[in-house]
């Protein structure tokens, strides 16, 4: 594999594991982060021990202007993307739903639905072969909790989800003959900082319990699978949902 990678919230967790595989297996890595710049800088001394380029970029995807200056900024120091890993969202604090704020709603649609959309379509506008790009490939990170709902955890979080499970499908279709191809993978429980900061900082005990396979995966395990996706063994791979979930 080769090439220039975009990697989403990819400071922390499947995003960073994401990034530093990638940079082992030959891609130049564009980090982006929230707020974290000295987490987000790790993963680029990592990715560049690899041997490779990587660039760090503060935005909030969520927000339309950020998203096209991240794209930008990515464009102008590392050259023509080829890989985008969408990576980057939140579920809010757990509750039931008729104790959720306004805020977190809108909170969670934004970063998960609107901020993976507004990053593809500024990826299919560089990559697609329709406005004279070379082709590459789409990863959106779905949830297990799409199929399964999150009920009294994050049912708006599982929603958002099945979102992006209908966005992949849709916008693999619409650019099937242009060179990108467009999937997900589905994690189940990962080891990652996302359960305590939904406040469930002891999830991952109940595992043996509802995984099948008895255990938590570790961030390298999904970003494997998001590697598959994106290199030419999955060639004929697109419009798919990878689930990464134990058997769950």
Request: with cysteine.
């Amino acid at each position: 594999m080769s090439g220039v990678m975009l990697v989403t919230g990819g400071s922390r967790g499947i995003g960073a594991a994401c990034a530093r595989l990638a940079a082992g297996r030959g891609y130049d890595v564009c980090v982006n982060y929230r707020g974290d710049a000295a987490a987000a800088e790790a993963v680029v001394r990592a990715v560049e021990a690899e041997g490779r380029r990587g660039l760090a970029v503060q935005a909030d995807v969520a927000r339309e202007d950020e998203a096209e200056r991240l794209f930008e900024t990515l464009d102008r120091e590392l050259g023509p993307l080829t890989a985008l890993v969408n990576n980057a969202g939140l579920t809010g604090h757990f509750s039931r739903l008729d104790e959720v704020s306004g805020e977190t709603l809108r909170q969670v649609m934004e970063v998960n639905v609107l901020g993976l959309i507004y990053c593809a379509r500024a990826a299919v506008r560089r990559m697609s072969q329709r406005h004279g790009g070379r082709g590459g490939g789409i990863v959106n990170l779905s949830s297990g909790a799409a199929t399964l709902g999150s009920p009294n955890t994050y049912v708006w979080y599982a929603a958002s989800k099945g979102a992006v499970d209908s966005f992949t499908k849709g916008l693999a279709l619409e650019v099937a003959r242009e060179g990108i191809r467009v999937n997900a993978v589905a994690p189940g429980f990962i080891k990652t900082e996302i359960h305590a900061s939904s406040g469930m900082p002891d999830r991952l005990e109940s595992t043996p319990e509802v995984v099948p396979m008895g255990y938590p995966a570790e961030p390298e395990e999904v970003a494997e699978a998001i590697l598959w996706l994106l290199s030419e063994a999955a060639g004929y791979v697109t419009g798919e949902v990878l689930r990464v979930a134990g058997g769950r």
